[in-house]
Structures are given as structure tokens and as C-alpha cells.
């Protein structure tokens, strides 16, 4: 078992699934030759000459096609390279994978699945630092799915190949390089659907999903904190969020993306409903800045600091 | 330096059979009296659902409803033309096309009313779901037809779309990477004059759609879009191109919407009764009847025996539909994924209680 890389280990994931099944193929913008701008899919196209491919430049079309390739009987993995440009594919998305189950009654199926990385942390141009989560969770039929470290990386997107709906997975760039763990060359899966509690605590439950777990991991020394990595943003896992705030009685939500609508809108709404009488505390949602996403120099201000997080932790527990 | 010209392109325009009744017997397809039977067969038969879709609806038995009259050859002549095997991608004005493929007209009522079990669609054809969304389907033709070719299987893919649908990002991004791949895919554009209400001219600059295709790297073709012989030839041709490896082809189907843009529109508010009028010469069921009577296919009696029969057929297929009942309201949710999320077995235990 070798220690390796988020950017490594969807590569492993890919390079399997299309070793174990030749209905996988990769469509995207410059995924072949280049191997991805992130080399993601480095030496794919080497191995499997007949299956990935290079696409024109057409975000939509990208996502169009793979939809016709997937009611054909393939298992498409399209890569729309930052999450800013999945915004010209939100037709194909939502008009059309998010409903062709339920619009032909079953008897077509979509089993695509969209890799895009997303978030802060590399500093790019404008567009390319995007978080918006919530916009694609919004719509029944698609599955979203956050890795939030390598191991769980290669096993949920391995999920997401041989789920037969359509899932977008989001890679938080941040992460791509951050961390290395050891990662099985073994073929195993992580549920879609399924939170991790990745830390017992009694005291808060923080939810998080992506790199802001580790913002949170990083801030929670001194406090008996429940940490769960939502890994699955739609369909969200709510017997495991129910049992850790019936224990907890106390919640903090925290998402790099912008509060207004943003997913932790959701988890707080739900907990509010399912769980108002074992609350101790309001729930807190840490969130990014009610803006756009700023450029490099301003980036660090953005989302949600260490030091936000610990200050939450402590208002929670002084209520 | 001089200039040079680079490129030049020409644009054919294929008439067979004229408003007379007369075809071009040096480029008549091959279609037996048998086959020209069943063509005007189901002329009859999309005609006959058109109306009584249209007349369910002025009963409030039915939702709103696109009208296929005059479209019937394009539709017709290019379906006719398909194998079993090829996948065909529609819009939401493509009834004669699923009629053609034999698709179950009760399930077709069905849809109509505001019901989904009418679109799915029965095993041993593979035409897609109604594509409400203008263009956007014809990328997952694309799609299919990549499909087909990597998996090596000889099937073609067809898009059926308009010329409002022509405007559109998807048109570009789908004939693009059509012809950056070769895929087996044609597209059929019924050019019906109107978009709603805008009209062909405010739709593009260009003189025709067909055109359009060289820009992308591959043949166009204009044809009479109420002569079925001429689209089914086109459309005869371009699938044995595509299945031959030799690409995609773009057929604009020059025709006319002889009806409202849907049952929901008045289009008497755009366009003067007499642009419709001038179409009733060119209605090409006409020329079909004209020229199976030179050929003494067709004779009054006939005519009348097929309609009685198609009437009574489509009767039956309504009292078919109806007897198929309301859906579950269980569907709703059933079919949003494979496995019911922790909401849905929720919601579907609220509507026990």
C-alpha cells in the first residue's frame, strides 16, 4: 500500500475502473494528451487509446455528450476543468441528467459522472476558486458527492463510476496535493449517501464537508467536538447528522462557500425541524463572505479562518 | 500578396416529387407499391391523431398539444428511412416520427394528458423521451452516436430539431464536435418557417440552414420538406453515410407549420391567412395522393377504407389510454434515482399515514 496524493489516488480510481470495466471512458478538455491541467488523468490516454478523449472546447456540449453516451450504455466520466465553468452546463444538467430516469420512467438512465475541481486554495484567475455546491444540489436526480482525502477520494468516485445516476464529483484543489495516506491498490467503495463521524465528541457536532474539514480538524484541539465529513452533499446522510446532534445539542456548520442559500442553510434548517428540543445553542453556520469570490490577494480573507472556527466553537459552548 | 479564395462550399437542394404529383424517376428512391401504401398509411394515421389530439384538447381531455399538420413528410419520409437499431433523439413536434417507428399511439394520448408512463418508451425501440428544452437534445444524438462508435456497433443516431432550434449553442457545440469525430449522426432540421412567432428570416441572416454544416466540416442539404421522397432519400442516404463511417450530415427540411405553434398559441396574431394558404397547395399528403393515383395505387375507395379503418384504430387507441388509468402517485418520487434517498422513504411514509 503506497502513501499518495488526492490528484494520485483519482488517478488510481480511474485507471481501475477502466481496467475492470471498458464501458468507462473519459471525455473533457485536454484529459488525454495533457492529462488533465490538474494531471489527473495523466497516462490514461497512453493505456486506453480508444476511451479518452479530448474534447473541443464546449463545457455543455461536453456534458451533452456524455449524456448521449450514458443513455447509449457507456459509463462517461467528463471533466469540466473548474467548477466556475460548470455554469454553461447547468441546462444539460438539470434539463436534462438530473430527469431522463424519471422522464422516461426508467426505462433510460444517465450514469454519468462529472468530475470538476472546485474551491479556494491555488490562487488562479477569476472563476476558477468557485464553490457553489449548493446551486447543483438544488435539482432531484443528481447526486453530489465532496471527497475530502485520498483514501475516501478513490472509493467514492469508484462509487460515483458504477453509480447508476448521474454524480457530480467535486475535487476541492486545496487538497489535491495537501495530504498524502496510504491508499489500497485494492478495489474498495465508500457508500454514496453515507456521512463519517472522523472524530467522537460529546460536546459539538461540526459538520463539513471538503477542505474545510481540515480547517475544522485543525481547530478543535481543547474542545470535545463530534466532527463529521459529509463526503455526500446530495443525497445528504440524515440519520447521521440526527444522531450526533440528539448527542451533542449543540451545532456548527462550516462551508467555504457564500452564506445566503449555501448548503449549511439547508443542514441548519433540517436540524432546526428534526432537532429543535435537543438544541442547547443556536446552530452557527461559518461561511464564506456574502460576495464574489475575490482573486489571489484577497483570497485568504474569503472563507471561513482557523480562527473563526475556534471562536465558534467557544461562543457555542458558552451559550 | 494576393488574396486566395480558401474554401467554397455549395449548397444542393433536393425536389423529387412536385405539387403535381409528378417525380423525377432518374433520382425516385426505391419504394415498392407496398412501401407507398404504408407511407400513405401513415399519413393517415398522423393525421388522424393530430386532429383528435387537437380535439381532445378542445375538451379539456388533453394538455397542451404541438401540431405536426404539414410537417408530415419530413417526419414521415425521414422515420421511414430509420433501421431498428439506430436511436432517434426528437423535439416536442416529432408525433409522425414515433408513429412511423411504431411507437404505441395510446402511449403517445397518454403523454399528451400530463402523464410521463407515455414516455417510456417500449423495449424493442430506441427513440428517446419528448425533448422540451429547444435544441438541447441534440447533443446526446451526439452523444449516442460517439457511443455507437466506440463500441463499434453500426447504428446511427438522429436529431430532430427546428429552426428557432437552430439559433441556439447547443446547434453549434453539437454539429462541432459531430464533425471534429466523424460520428454517425444526422441531423434533421424541419425548417417550418416559424418559431412561435419569428419567422425564418429573423432566425439567421444566412440564406439557408443547411449551410450551416460546412462550417463544420461536413455536407448539408436542403430538401422539399413536404415531399416525402426527397426526404426519405436524403434521410436514406446520410444514415448510410454515417453507418459507412463517413460522418455526419445536416438535412434542413424545408416545410411549413400549418397549425399554431401549440394549442396554447394563436397565430393569426403573427403571420396573414394568406402565407398559410399558399401552403395548402404544397400540403404533401397531396402530392403523395396525386402521384399514387398516376401510378394506380390510389383510388377513392381505398382511401376511404384505410380512413375508416385509421379512425377506428385511433378510437381504440383512446379508449386505451383511458382505461390505463392515473398513474401512482408513488411515481413522482420513484423515479428520481434507482434507490429511494432518506427524504423520499420519509415523504412516501408521510403519504401512508
Not at chain 1, 446551486?135 to 432531484?140: F, R, S, T
Not at chain 1, 472522523?198 to 459538520?207: R, S, Y
Not at chain 2, 416545410?255 to 394549442?263: G, K, L, S, V
Amino acid at each position: 500500500m503506497a502513501r499518495i496524493n488526492m490528484v494520485q489516488a483519482i488517478n488510481l480510481a480511474l485507471r481501475q475502473e477502466m481496467d475492470k470495466d471498458k464501458d468507462v471512458v473519459l471525455i473533457g478538455e485536454d484529459v488525454g494528451r495533457d492529462g488533465g491541467v490538474f494531471r489527473i488523468s495523466e497516462g490514461l490516454m497512453e493505456k486506453f487509446p480508444d476511451r479518452v478523449f479530448d474534447t473541443p472546447l464546449a463545457e455543455s456540449g461536453i456534458i451533452g455528450t456524455a449524456i448521449g453516451m450514458a443513455v447509449y450504455g457507456l459509463k462517461p466520466v467528463a471533466e469540466i476543468q473548474f467548477m466556475g465553468f460548470i455554469y454553461a452546463c447547468i441546462e444539460q444538467l438539470f434539463s436534462h441528467a438530473s430527469r431522463i430516469r424519471s422522464r422516461s420512467r426508467g426505462r433510460y438512465t444517465c450514469p454519468l459522472v462529472v468530475r470538476t475541481p472546485y474551491g479556494l486554495g491555488i490562487k488562479p484567475p477569476e472563476l476558477h476558486s468557485e464553490s457553489t455546491e449548493a446551486l447543483l444540489c438544488h435539482m432531484p436526480g443528481i447526486k453530489v458527492v465532496v471527497p475530502s482525502s485520498p483514501y475516501n477520494a478513490k472509493g467514492l468516485l469508484i462509487s460515483a463510476i458504477r453509480d447508476p445516476d448521474p454524480v457530480i464529483f467535486l475535487e476541492p484543489t486545496r487538497l489535491y496535493r495537501l495530504i498524502k495516506e496510504e491508499v489500497p491498490e485494492t478495489d474498495y467503495t465508500i457508500p454514496i449517501g453515507k456521512a463519517k463521524v472522523v472524530q467522537e465528541g460529546k460536546d459539538i457536532t461540526v459538520i463539513a464537508w471538503g477542505s474545510m474539514l481540515h480547517k475544522v480538524l485543525e481547530s478543535i484541539e481543547g474542545f470535545d467536538a463530534e466532527v463529521i465529513d459529509l463526503m455526500t452533499l446530495r443525497p445528504y446522510d440524515e440519520d447521521t447528522i440526527l444522531n450526533s446532534v440528539k448527542k451533542t445539542g449543540r451545532v456548527i456548520i462550516a462551508q467555504e462557500a457564500t452564506r445566503n442559500c449555501g448548503f449549511a442553510a439547508e443542514l441548519s434548517a433540517f436540524i432546526a425541524e428534526e432537532a429543535m428540543l435537543h438544541l442547547k445553542a443556536p446552530i452557527i453556520r461559518l461561511t464564506g463572505l456574502d460576495a464574489v469570490i475575490p482573486m489571489a490577494r484577497l483570497e485568504d480573507y474569503y472563507a471561513p479562518s482557523k480562527e473563526k472556527v475556534i471562536k465558534a466553537l467557544k461562543k457555542v459552548m458558552e451559550y | 500578396m494576393p488574396e486566395n479564395i480558401i474554401e467554397r462550399f455549395e449548397v444542393k437542394e433536393l425536389k423529387i416529387l412536385d405539387e403535381k404529383g409528378n417525380a423525377d424517376t432518374a433520382i425516385l428512391p426505391n419504394l415498392s407499391d407496398n412501401d407507398l401504401k404504408k407511407i400513405f398509411e401513415l399519413f393517415i394515421l398522423s393525421r388522424q391523431f393530430d386532429q383528435r389530439a387537437l380535439q381532445l384538447h378542445a375538451e379539456g381531455r388533453l394538455g397542451t398539444y404541438a401540431s405536426i399538420l404539414g410537417q408530415e413528410a419530413s417526419q414521415i419520409g425521414s422515420a421511414y428511412a430509420l433501421e431498428k437499431t439506430d436511436w432517434v433523439f426528437p423535439s416536442f413536434r416529432e408525433m409522425g416520427v414515433y408513429i412511423t417507428l411504431g411507437y404505441p399511439i395510446w402511449m403517445l394520448f397518454q403523454y399528451w394528458t400530463g402523464d410521463e408512463r407515455g414516455m417510456k418508451t417500449p423495449d424493442d425501440l430506441s427513440i428517446f423521451p419528448v425533448s422540451v428544452p429547444v435544441g438541447t437534445h441534440m447533443i446526446h444524438a451526439v452523444g449516442a452516436a460517439f457511443a455507437a462508435k466506440i463500441k463499434g456497433h453500426k447504428t446511427a443516431s438522429v436529431a430532430y430539431f427546428g429552426d428557432g432550434g437552430s439559433s441556439k449553442g447547443d446547434f453549434h457545440e453539437s454539429l462541432n464536435i459531430a464533425g471534429v469525430y466523424k460520428l454517425p449522426v444526422v441531423f434533421i432540421c424541419q425548417n417550418n418557417q416559424w418559431a412561435i412567432s419569428l419567422p425564418r428570416e429573423k432566425q439567421t441572416a444566412a440564406k439557408t440552414i443547411a449551410q450551416k454544416a460546412y462550417s463544420y466540416g461536413f455536407e448539408g442539404i436542403q430538401v422539399d420538406g413536404n415531399d416525402v421522397f426527397a426526404v426519405y432519400k436524403a434521410t436514406k442516404d446520410a444514415l448510410e453515410k454515417a453507418r459507412a463511417g463517413k460522418g455526419p450530415t445536416l438535412i434542413e427540411c424545408f416545410t411549413y407549420r400549418m397549425a399554431d405553434h401549440t394549442t396554447a398559441d394563436d397565430a393569426s396574431r403573427y403571420r396573414s391567412k394568406e402565407d398559410v394558404e399558399k401552403w395548402k397547395d404544397k400540403d404533401p399528403l397531396l402530392r403523395l395522393k396525386l402521384y399514387m393515383e398516376k401510378k394506380g395505387i390510389w383510388k377513392e375507395q381505398y382511401e376511404n377504407d384505410v380512413k375508416k379503418k385509421v379512425i377506428e384504430f385511433v378510437d381504440g387507441e383512446i379508449k386505451k389510454e383511458e382505461a390505463a388509468g392515473l398513474p401512482d402517485k408513488k411515481d413522482i418520487i420513484s423515479f428520481t434515482y434507482k434507490e429511494l434517498s432518506q427524504r423520499q422513504i420519509k415523504e412516501l411514509k408521510l403519504w401512508q399515514e
